[in-house]
């Protein structure tokens, strides 16, 4: 098992901080329990977020800036997610394409 990371600052997380990480994350469809439980901040999405203990500190401190951390973690996530899509359909085009054409000489 890899060792979870905060999303802002790369540290390893501390136990506590992993245990609810894990716990909330696997809670998300129970509210009842999932609001018992509440203690990490929340992302986009309504999930949660994975900080460690310092960040969770600052992020209470100074919620603003860190919705704009989370917001622009969002667009780097779209922005992954669309170039992975287009190189996937560009090569299921050059697959299809060599299939039914076949090597050129």
Known sequence: MTACRC??????LEPVQELRFLVETETLDDPVHLNRIR????????RPLRVCKTCQSQMETNPARFRAAVEQAC??????????????IL???????????GPRA
């Open 7 to 12: 999303q802002f600052c790369s540290a390893n």
């Open 39 to 46: 203690r990490l901040p929340v992302a986009a999405n309504g």
């Open 75 to 88: 667009i780097r996530r779209q922005l992954r997610t669309g170039m992975l899509a287009a190189v996937g």
């Open 91 to 101: 090569s299921a085009g050059w697959f299809l394409n060599m299939l039914l054409h």
